[in-house]
């Protein structure tokens, strides 16, 4: 036996052969290209961010909180976004106040009541539709329906229009992230529910809900944060592109949303960016800074509530 | 000692308070039907009154000037079909690469970085990018490039457009990836494939249905996106048909969002105004034909597991 094992035997060349030290090019190669091309997509945002710091930073450094407290003006060393900043945030209490009660309201009958029907399936397959629809095409609806058709409701171009106009386009969103959130509840949680007597309408209460709670809130804070940068709509569904004066001071708010012009912070971006003059460059960074650091704190809540959710149920 | 039947049918209040809940949560879902009713309606009605109102003959005529009674569909279809085709080449190998990256190579922890980054880049609103595309890219990238370049393109567009759908196509194709069960992965390693070849050649094959499905989303996406185009691409007012991708055009959500813009004082052609409604009549069955296609796809073509 001794003898025999100096001749090198089959295995021997196979592990040999197995245990190269042969490097690898093409893997190397590989890995090298999947993160390149995960670094050119982290490039791109970080010289977004930094481009629109570095062309909007002089309005910052000379007119600091004048920026964010002026209104609209055809004079870009005036001109501010107090109205703009004023009119994004109704649009989204009319978000939240519509959208999220019917989104997740529907969420829960297709979960949690609905049998398998056809006409099941088609709410769920309407749904996806139009989740999918460009938004700019939810901007003539707003403009047929809540403009024109509703006027005696939302009285034309007014702050309703714009804020129906959204929670519309969100509402299927909001629906799928609901509908995801309820569908991660555990059964097994209903059935004891049901084991002990309750019904339907209790175990969803008390049961489901407060298990899907969480990750419902952090879907519904991100779809906001989708509407809040949203504008296409808004521009069919009366937004004012062009300077319009602020209502006198200690007009109600009411007065504001049920009859005032409005405008919102991307409308304002947009309307700033087409301006030719070389001065709009620099507030409309500006603009769009302002824009981003309330997106970014929006989105860093939600998913800071969703790590926090997620670190708790592991 | 008499036995009463006893009466298992509960409370009729409590069951009076589920049948009333269990209605309001119906009518919820049903109200999304009511507003695809309402999208098609809205759209319909003065779709047919603008072909109505306008000589047909202008719908195939020299470049989209709708003021001018002109509504060359050739125009902006075509600019669209650049600008999205553009906007794919950037965003199929970025987001792709991306996801197999973050599916297959990615540790726990460089994950739990980029996902978020991703999710941020996800987060930025299209009206960024396009002011974006249109004061960095034309100026600082393209014009270094082909000096040509005019202030306004559809290259700068689309390039701000594909940025745009990266995180999209990326998570879904993400994913797709990770729903692939790990014993094909392991089985792969025990033939003695390396990483990349199973990745790349087990992987990301038995992904494919949901990969393809992800393209054709930001495909969906891109033909649709209104303000980078609104604000990179110019040619506010109507373009003549644009063959080089450098010069400024209308696309379909251009031509709308300048529409939209002077909604309230246009002037002009009969028809002017409801060509709107047509062009969004046009783009609403174009991205939904695209959407059910790419759910027919997955259904179609996944493997189960």
């Known amino acids: ?133 460009p938004s700019i095409v939810y901007g003539l609806l707003g403009f047929a329906v809540f403009v024109q058709l509703l006027s005696g409701i939302t009285n034309g171009r007014t702050l309703i229009s714009g804020g129906l106009t959204l929670a519309v386009l969100v509402l299927p969103i909001m629906m799928i992230t609901a509908s995801e959130a309820l569908r991660a509840v555990p059964d097994a949680l209903r059935q004891a529910s049901y084991g002990v007597g309750a019904t339907k309408w209790e175990t969803i209460r008390h049961h489901v809900l407060p298990v899907a709670t969480p990750a419902i809130l952090t879907g519904s804070v991100l779809t906001v944060a989708r509407a809040f940068g949203e504008s296409a709509p808004l521009l069919l569904a009366g937004a004012v592109l062009s300077n319009f004066f602020s209502a006198p001071a200690g007009t109600g708010v009411v007065t504001l949303v049920t009859e005032g012009d409005y405008t919102a912070l991307p409308i304002v971006v947009f309307n700033w960016a087409r301006q030719p003059q070389k001065e709009f460059v620099a507030i409309t960074a500006a603009g769009i800074v302002v824009l981003l650091v309330i997106l970014l704190l929006v989105n860093g809540v939600a998913i800071y509530l969703r790590d926090r959710a997620s670190r708790r149920a592991a | ?177 990770r729903a692939v069960p790990i014993a094909l992965r392991e089985a792969s390693y025990g033939l003695g494939a390396q990483k990349w070849r199973t990745s790349l050649s087990v992987v990301f094959p038995a992904a494919l249905s949901g990969i393809v499905a992800s393209l054709i989303l930001g495909l969906s996406r891109a033909i649709g996106e209104t303000m980078v185009v609104a604000i990179a691409a110019g040619a506010t007012g109507g373009s003549l048909l644009q063959v080089n991708p450098l010069n400024g055009g209308q696309t379909m959500t251009g031509a709308m969002a300048s529409l939209a813009i002077g909604s309230d004082q246009v002037v002009g052609e009969a028809g002017t105004f409801d060509s709107l409604f047509f062009v969004g009549l046009l783009l609403f069955f174009m991205t939904l034909a695209l959407n059910i296609f790419s759910e027919r796809f997955v259904k179609r073509f996944r493997q189960r597991y």
């Not at chain 1, 994004?88 to 949690?112: D, H, K, Q, R």
């Not at chain 2, 726990?108 to 970085?113: D, K, L, W």
């Not at chain 2, 996800?122 to 270094?144: C, E, R």
């Open chain 2, 1 to 177: 000692m008499t036995t009463a039947a006893l009466d298992l049918s509960g409370d009729p209040k409590r069951k009076r308070r589920e049948r009333r809940v269990r209605i309001l949560f119906q009518s919820a879902a049903v109200f999304s039907i009511v507003v695809s009713a309402a999208i098609v309606f809205s759209l319909i009605g003065r779709a047919i009154g603008f072909l109505l109102e306008i000589d047909l003959s202008q719908l195939w005529a020299d470049g989209w000037f709708p003021r001018r009674g002109r509504f060359d569909l050739r125009t902006i279809v075509w600019h669209t079909l650049v600008v999205s085709a553009i906007a794919m080449v950037v965003a199929t190998p970025l987001g792709l690469g991306a996801s197999v990256y973050l599916s297959e190579y990615a540790s726990p922890r460089a994950r739990r970085v980029l996902k978020p980054i991703l999710e941020v880049l996800a987060g930025i609103p299209s009206v960024v990018l396009g002011f974006f595309a249109l004061k960095f890219i034309t100026p600082n990238i393209l014009t270094t490039f082909f000096p040509g370049t005019q202030q306004s393109n559809l290259l700068a567009a689309g390039i701000g457009v594909g940025i745009l759908i990266i995180p999209l196509v990326a998570s879904v194709s993400e994913d797709a990836m």
């Open chain 1, 1 to 133: 036996m001794a003898t025999r094992s100096k001749m090198p035997t089959t295995s021997d060349l196979v592990k040999a052969s197995i245990s190269g030290k042969k490097t690898d090019f093409v893997g190397i190669a590989v890995a090298f290209i999947l993160l390149l091309t995960v670094f050119v997509s982290l490039g791109i945002l970080i010289t977004l961010l930094a481009d629109m710091l570095i062309k909007g930073w002089s309005v910052f450094a000379d007119r600091g909180w004048d920026f964010i407290s002026s209104p609209l003006s055809p004079d870009p060393e005036k001109a501010g976004l107090s109205q703009a900043i004023f009119g994004s945030l109704i649009l989204m209490v009319f978000v939240v106040i519509v959208a999220f009660p019917l989104g997740v309201g529907a969420a829960i009958y297709l979960e949690e009541y609905a049998k398998d029907t056809r006409m099941t399936r088609f709410i769920v397959a309407n749904m996806r539709n139009l989740a999918g629809v």
